[in-house]
C-alpha cells in the first residue's frame, strides 16, 4: 500500500553523482503532505515528480507515474537523456540569485585579463617588477555566447563596466549598447572583435563542441576564454594547443566532460588556464526547493508551468 496521503504528491530526487538528500528536509518544510524519496531508494520509481541532477541512465522508463521532470540547475543537458514520454514536461531553475552570482564570476574573469592579473602571477613567479599600460575597459572587447537568462544579465553588466560588450545567440537578439549577431553566419564576425570570450551557452546537439579549432582560430590573436557552459562545448585539445602555440593567451575554465577534472587531466597543469571546480553560480538550495514547490502546486491546480524547457530546442 502506499504510504502517501490521498493525493499528496511523491517526489524523487534522483542523482547519480550526488546525493542530492540535503534537500529532504526543505522540501519537506514547503510541501509537508508529500512523500519525498532521494535516489537509490526503491520507492524512487513511484514517484510523479523526479527532481534532478545526473540522473541515472534510463530511470524514467522505470517511473510509470512520472508526470514533471524538474532540474535542480539551470542548465537541463544532463536530463534530457532518456526522456522519451513526450507528455511530461522538463522545468529549470531562473533566478535573480544565479545570475548575480554568474555576474560576479565573469567579472572576475574579464578582469583577470583586462587588468593583466594573470601576467602579473607570472612576473611574480619571476620577481619581475613591470607595470603595463592601463587599457580602458572600453578599449577590451568581450563577446558573451548565448544570451538567454545568464549571458543576457552578464553581457548588460559588463557593457554598465563600460566594456565593448558584443553577443551571439541562436535567434536575433536587441540590447542596448550591446551589438549581437545570431545563428552560423554571425559566428564569424562576433568572434573576430572579441577579445575576451565569455561562453554561456545550453549543451546541445548544436552546440556541443563549439568551442574547437576553428572557434578559437576566428578569435584575434592573444584572446582569452572564459568558459561557463558545459564542459562538453569545449575541445579541451584544441584549447591546449592554441595556448601553447601562442594564439590565445590563457583561459577560466569552470566546466568540465568529467567532474570533478580527472587528477591527470591536462588542463590541471596547461600553462595560461585557471581552472575552478563548477563553482560560477548555483541557486540557493531553498530557491530550488521554492520554485519545485511552486510548479507542482501549478501542475496540481492544471495551470502553465514555470520556467519549462523547449523540448525540440533542447534548452
Ligand atoms: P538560456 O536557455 O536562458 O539561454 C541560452 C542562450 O544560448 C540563448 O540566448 C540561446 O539563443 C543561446 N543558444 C542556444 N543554442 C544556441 C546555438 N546553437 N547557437 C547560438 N546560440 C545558442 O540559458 P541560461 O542563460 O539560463 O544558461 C546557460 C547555460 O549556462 C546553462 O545551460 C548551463 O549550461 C550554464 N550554467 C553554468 C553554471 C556554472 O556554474 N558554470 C551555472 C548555471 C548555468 P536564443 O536567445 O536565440 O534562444
Ligand atoms: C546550472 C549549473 O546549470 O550549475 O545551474 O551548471
Redesign the pocket.
Known amino acids: 500500500m502506499s504510504r502517501q496521503s490521498p493525493g499528496a504528491p511523491h517526489i524523487a530526487f534522483l542523482s547519480r553523482s550526488a546525493s542530492l538528500a540535503y534537500f529532504r528536509p526543505l522540501m519537506a518544510e514547503a510541501m509537508p503532505h508529500a512523500e519525498i524519496s532521494v535516489w537509490p531508494e526503491p520507492r524512487c520509481l513511484e514517484a510523479e515528480i523526479a527532481v534532478c541532477w545526473n540522473p541515472p541512465p534510463d530511470v524514467y522508463a522505470r517511473m510509470p507515474r512520472l508526470r514533471l521532470i524538474h532540474s535542480i540547475?539551470?542548465?537541463?543537458?544532463n536530463l534530457l537523456e532518456g526522456r522519451r514520454d513526450p507528455g511530461v514536461p522538463v522545468c529549470r531553475v531562473?533566478d535573480p540569485g544565479?545570475a548575480r552570482g554568474?555576474i560576479e564570476y565573469v567579472r572576475w574573469s574579464v578582469l583577470y585579463f583586462h587588468r593583466h592579473f594573470d601576467r602579473m602571477a607570472a612576473q611574480q613567479r619571476e620577481r619581475a617588477w613591470q607595470r603595463l599600460p592601463l587599457a580602458a575597459a572600453s578599449a577590451c572587447r568581450v563577446g558573451v555566447?548565448?544570451?538567454?537568462?545568464?549571458?543576457?544579465v552578464v553581457a548588460r553588466a559588463l557593457r554598465d563596466d563600460g566594456y565593448d560588450v558584443g553577443g551571439?545567440?541562436?535567434?536575433a537578439?536587441q540590447i542596448d549598447g550591446i551589438r549581437t549577431w545570431?545563428?552560423e553566419g554571425g559566428l564569424a564576425p562576433f568572434l573576430a572583435r572579441t577579445d575576451v570570450l565569455v561562453c554561456?551557452?545550453?549543451?546541445?546537439d548544436?552546440?556541443r563542441g563549439i568551442l574547437g579549432a576553428r572557434t578559437l582560430a576566428g578569435l584575434p590573436e592573444g584572446a582569452a576564454l572564459v568558459h561557463?557552459?558545459?564542459g562538453e562545448h569545449l575541445v579541451s585539445a584544441d584549447l591546449i594547443a592554441a595556448l601553447s602555440g601562442g594564439r590565445l593567451r590563457g583561459a577560466v575554465l569552470?566546466?568540465f566532460p568529467t567532474e570533478p577534472l580527472p587528477a591527470d587531466d591536462p588542463l590541471w597543469t596547461c600553462p595560461g588556464v585557471v581552472v575552478t571546480p563548477?563553482?560560477?553560480?548555483?541557486a540557493a538550495s531553498a530557491e530550488v526547493v521554492r520554485q519545485v514547490a511552486g510548479n507542482i502546486q501549478r501542475l496540481r491546480d492544471g495551470l502553465p508551468l514555470r520556467n519549462t524547457v523547449d523540448l525540440a530546442r533542447g534548452?
Not at 540547475?73 to 543537458?77: F, K, N
Not at 563548477?278 to 548555483?282: F, G, K, L, P
Request: contains cysteine; charged residues 15%; aromatic residues 4%.
Open positions: 540547475a539551470a542548465g537541463v543537458d531562473v544565479l554568474m555566447m548565448g544570451l538567454g537568462e545568464l549571458g543576457g551571439w545567440s541562436r535567434s537578439r545570431h545563428g554561456l551557452l545550453p549543451l546541445t548544436a552546440t561557463c557552459g558545459r569552470d566546466v563548477h563553482m560560477a553560480s548555483m534548452y
